[in-house]
């Protein structure tokens, strides 16, 4: 292993020309300076130096290791100056519903962290109810989760309506069953939660045979007729029918609100920043921006 502190004896005696005037330079003794030489050749196993009355020259091989001292040089400098750049590295903690991460990662999370190296963006997903949870215990510095209702004025910002219907197989059977099969997202969804609050008695019968947290599940089960789910109108597609909850007597769907919500004791210049940068993003996550 080649030594910093050796290939910086090197690189001076290779510019003086002259072990003492290298020595001076580098503020330690000739001996010393000698010594060093001495351990960098058996290193290489080659020797680096020619020595005469006039001062000292390079070998070949001593010409090879300069190119390389000075690269590793400049590498050294630059490890450092990153490292005191990011002495003071900042950590934003962000929560997102399970569901979305794809669509966050795919248009400004990823963004985020290639442009601002030195902020640690650390990313959790769960459920929008367990969300709301966790960012009031402290464990989130922002999340994005959705609601029925926007958040309150100072609490949070309204990124855009998501609409949800309710959706059965092209022509499947689920949805004509005596009692309706679904797949919800788990408890502590507020999709799940509005299904159940919406339900009436007189209404069709509900079996929840898939509880998931992830939508190609979910979708994956409506298209093979087994159950029927509330599904975000952009993954809607033509292996899938709408519903009307009318006419199938089972739980009207409020149009749900994406919304950023704040922690704010934890607010910085970084997290203003990564709000903004999800704000423009909103039109490349799918959705239509709210006047």
Known sequence: MLKIELLESFIAIAESGNLSKAAEKICRTQSAL?????????????PLLHRDNKGVTLTASGKTLLNYAYKMMQLSSKALDDLK????????????????????????????IREFTCIELIIDTDVSGNLYKRLHNGEFDLIVA???HPPAAGHGELLFERRFHWVAAKGGNAHKRETIPMALYPENCPIRAQVFANHQISMRPMSVLLSTPS?????????????????????????MQIIDPVEHNIPSLPVFNESLYLNPDTQTEATNQLIDLIKANVKELGEVPLN
């Open 146 to 148: 959705t609601h029925w």
């Open 34 to 46: 000698s010594l060093q030489i001495k351990k960098l050749e058996e290193s290489v196993g080659q």
């Open 85 to 112: 750049e990011c002495q003071n590295r900042e950590s934003i903690r962000l929560g997102v519903p399970t569901d979305y991460i794809n669509r966050y990662l795919g248009s400004c999370l990823l963004e985020f």
């Open 215 to 239: 939508p190609a599940a979910m979708c994956m089960a409506v298209e093979n007729d087994l159950v029927i789910a509330p599904i975000a109108e952009f993954r809607i597609n033509d292996k």
